[in-house]
């Protein structure tokens, strides 16, 4: 059964710092995976989708990188700032399903 | 991307009653796709909703409980029955993107039992 945890679960950091959001899976036969956010009220959005054959992908100050052999992802925030506040999600394709780890809270103060 | 609205956006309900949630697309799609996400834990899915056919359950989910209507390609609903405070949680739709890689989500429907 596949497992999605992402460390830290929450995280506060001043305003203009980089981050790294660390996802891990125990299955790595996955067909991608995704990064969310989720705002409250909001529902989610994605922001990055990584194929199984792509070891990253980058889109403005996100970049996402994928290493499916050892079943771990990371999402790196460049120049934080505080509208990045929001919860991430990563999730990974198996079969049909979307199958999501339980986030990490991430607070940006100015 | 699809534009999903979902109503009510938040409720507070009695133990044993049952609350219906909407969920409506703005755009013709085969399948729509019911979330749970309870407090500090990820998304599970619920089931799958085909229109025309029965609703497909996620172990640990059953149809007496959460029964799903979809009348149509744009629209379905979900229904939480004989709530208890263990329901308490938001219920998210979402759809395939036309690509079928990801899903776009509702907003979401937060949902605390007493």
């Known amino acids: 059964k596949q497992e999605v945890t992402q460390i830290p679960a929450a995280l506060s950091v001043p305003e203009g710092e980089n981050l790294v959001l660390n996802c891990s899976f125990t299955d790595s036969a996955i067909y991608n995976l995704q990064w969310f956010r989720q705002d409250p009220g909001k529902g989610l959005t994605s922001l990055l989708l990584?194929?199984?054959?792509?070891r990253e992908q980058t889109s403005g100050r996100l970049n996402a990188s994928l290493d499916k052999s050892s079943g771990r992802s990371t999402l790196y925030i460049a120049a934080s700032q505080p509208g990045d506040s929001a919860t991430y999600l990563c999730?990974?394709?198996?079969?049909?399903?979307?199958?999501f780890g339980t986030g990490t809270r991430l607070q940006v103060f100015p | 991307s699809a534009v999903i609205s979902q109503k009510p956006s938040r409720d507070i309900c009695q133990r044993g009653t049952s609350l219906t949630i909407q969920c409506q697309v703005d755009s013709q799609v085969t399948m729509m796709f019911w979330y749970r996400q309870q407090p500090g834990q990820s998304l599970t899915l619920i089931a799958t909703?085909?229109?025309?056919?029965?609703?497909?359950?996620e172990s640990g989910f059953v149809i007496d409980k959460f029964p799903i209507s979809r009348p149509n390609l744009t629209f379905s609903t979900l229904t939480v029955s004989n709530m208890s405070p263990e329901d308490s949680s938001i219920y998210l739709c979402?759809?395939?993107?036309?690509?079928?890689?990801?899903?776009?989500f509702g907003p979401g429907t937060r949902l605390l039992v007493l």
């Open positions: 999730a990974v394709t198996n079969t049909d399903k979307l199958i």
């Open positions: 979402s759809v395939n993107s036309p690509s079928g890689e990801t899903q776009y």
């Open positions: 909703a085909n229109q025309g056919s029965e609703a497909t359950y």
């Open positions: 990584i194929q199984s054959s792509q």
